[in-house]
């Protein structure tokens, strides 16, 4: 039965590949795909410049292992995501009734997988390849292999231990006890070093970037930090052998941690359907005790309510952005992101002594993190728009609104939702580093960082967002293929559509960036700062000229079903 869903799993990528290569008869796919060839090969093949310094093998094996740990830790706290082990419906009614084990079907979405890590990997080798010659190809791509599988492992069993936990209670807690322990003794174990060496990082700080260095390497050697650290950075010393005897040294302890976490996946994979049972015996017992009632006490909640309701008269465009915000504010990750901020928030905000004080320097570090992060990857995460509709085009094409408002209203959503959560982190960091002494940032000059925010992002985060729709409008059939793919093992596809996009969009803001600049130095003279105001005045008025022909351009080829 394992060769059967070995052929399956070939001949369904085979499939698609031919379905969607047919698509290149159209000029626009074709056009995009050698647009897309040329833009790849110009990211993959760059080499550096003579002479440019190249980065040093143990700073970056730290910082490689630092980035690991901020995806681990958001796998950890984000919501269980367990896409990887959801079955399609044709697969539930083939596989389902066939006899076909459970750890059988396990191995075959776990082949599906790889299909995903094999792509990354040879991106990631190129990069790697062009940027620090030393290695052979074939040993570097292996490093990145091991690398990307375990942590794409990693991530799945976060998400089965979460999801045990949550959909099944003392059930699934019973049979993770292990797994949690050993997660809470890391982010504690964590969270101690990162109170520690705090107060050292920021007295650093006001010193040169020499002593900063020394303080960040004093960091890293510490007892908790270094320990948490220790496996992250045993699966990137492959990356940095120099020869291929390093590599095999390196390469032992990274794949016996390939194995645990295969291990680990299999055994929670089964734990998962152990907890299962448990709460179904418990149910049956109660409603043997109780009665039908006590069966169904819990099942079925009803959806919550949305934030606020639909008005039954007014613009029939409100109604798209009404969907496409109560599809994120009524979620339970928005409610508990809401109520992290708030608690966030208050306590930073009365932080004036020690150990708040330091509370409130870490917070407000780690929010300044998040927010960099959401400004550049933003627009691919948040997707409350075209792109989770495009099975329900034709619906939405028989409502009697202009494509143009269409295309608009899903976009907006999107870019209000994602610029909520931006102001939000913004004005926590505000909040965060309000009680600071910094000369060289004054309280009036945060003022202004924060005021900058609130009128730059809502702006840049539509022009953005139109973009990411304008591709699901213009290539259906490439952005509606499927889900996208998501995680560590999808970071080398989404670090070159991330980079694509920002490209795009700062040719777009090259007009406006330029005509206000402009009218700033013709007015600063006269006006001083104040030039600022028609100056943005100048560049809003430009970019929603672009945005508004970009919408029309839009909304005629959804109107007409195109791509």
């Known amino acids: 039965m394992t060769g059967a869903l070995v052929y399956l799993t070939w001949h369904t990528v085979l499939n698609r590949l031919r379905r969607q290569a047919t698509r290149l008869r ?59 082990l959801t079955f399609s419906p044709a697969e539930v009614t083939l596989l389902f009734p066939a006899p076909i084990s459970r750890l059988t079907l396990l191995h075959y979405k776990l082949l599906q997988t790889q299909l ?36 794409a492992l990693h991530r799945l069993a976060a998400a089965m231990v979460r999801g045990s936990v949550s959909e099944h209670g003392r059930f699934g807690l019973r049979h993770r006890v292990l797994s949690v322990a050993l997660v809470l003794i890391a982010f504690g174990a964590l969270a101690w070093g990162v109170w520690d060496v705090w107060p050292g990082l920021m007295a650093a700080a006001q010193d ?51 194995l645990l976490h295969y291990l680990w996946v299999l055994r929670s994979d089964a734990a998962f359907e152990e907890a299962a049972t448990e709460a179904s015996l418990a149910r049956a017992r109660r409603q043997e005790a109780y009665g039908p009632g006590a069966l169904a006490l819990g099942t079925n909640r009803a959806p919550s309510p949305p934030v606020f309701p639909l008005a039954p008269t007014g613009w029939p465009g409100v109604a798209i952005l009404w969907k496409g915000l109560t599809a994120v504010l009524r979620r339970r990750r928005a409610l508990n992101v809401g109520l992290a901020l708030l608690i966030m928030g208050a306590i930073v905000a009365s932080a004036s002594s020690e150990p708040w004080s330091t509370v409130a320097e870490v917070t407000g570090a780690l929010t300044l993190t998040w927010l960099g992060f959401l400004i550049v990857l933003g627009p691919q995460w948040v997707r409350n728009d075209l792109r989770g509709d495009l099975s329900r085009v034709d619906l939405l094409r028989s409502y009697p609104l202009r494509g143009s408002t269409i295309v608009a209203m899903e976009a907006s959503a999107s870019a209000a939702a994602l610029t909520l959560l931006e102001l939000a982190l913004a004005a926590l ?91 700033f130095l013709g007015l600063e003279a006269a006006v001083g700062a104040w030039a600022a105001a028609p100056a943005y005045g100048v560049g809003l008025g430009v970019l929603a000229v672009e945005a508004w022909l970009l919408v029309r351009w839009l909304g005629a080829v959804f109107e007409r079903g195109e791509g």
Do not use: C
């Open 116 to 151: 995903v890590i094999l792509v990354n990997v040879v991106i990631w080798t190129a990069l790697a390849s062009r940027q620090q010659p030393g290695l052979p190809v074939g040993l570097r791509a292996l490093g990145f292999w091991v690398l990307i599988t375990t942590l």
């Open 208 to 258: 040169d970037h020499v002593g900063l260095r020394e303080a960040f390497d004093k960091a890293v050697h510490h007892p908790a930090i270094a320990a948490v650290l220790w496996p992250l950075r045993a699966l990137v010393r492959p990356l940095g052998a120099a020869n291929p005897s390093d590599w095999l040294g390196a390469m032992l302890p990274a794949v016996g941690l390939l």
């Open 429 to 519: 960091a505000f909040l965060a580093f309000l009680n600071m002494d910094l000369p060289e940032v004054t309280t009036l000059d945060r003022g202004a960082l924060l005021g900058s925010a609130v009128v730059l992002l809502p702006p840049l985060n539509l022009m953005a967002m139109l973009l990411q729709n304008g591709a699901a409008v213009l290539y259906p059939g490439w952005v509606g293929a499927g889900a996208p793919a998501s995680g560590v093992e999808a970071l080398g596809q989404q670090l070159l559509s991330v980079t694509a996009l920002w490209v795009v969009l700062a040719l777009i803001l090259a007009a406006p960036v330029a005509l206000a600049a402009i009218t």
């Open 26 to 84: 159209s000029p626009r796919y074709a056009l995009a795909l050698l647009l897309g060839l040329g833009w790849v090969t110009a990211v993959l093949w760059q080499r550096w410049e003579p002479g440019a310094p190249h980065p040093s093998g143990p700073w970056v094996e730290v910082v490689a292992a630092l980035s690991i740990l901020l995806l681990i830790g958001w796998s950890w706290l984000s919501s269980p995501d367990a896409r990887a």
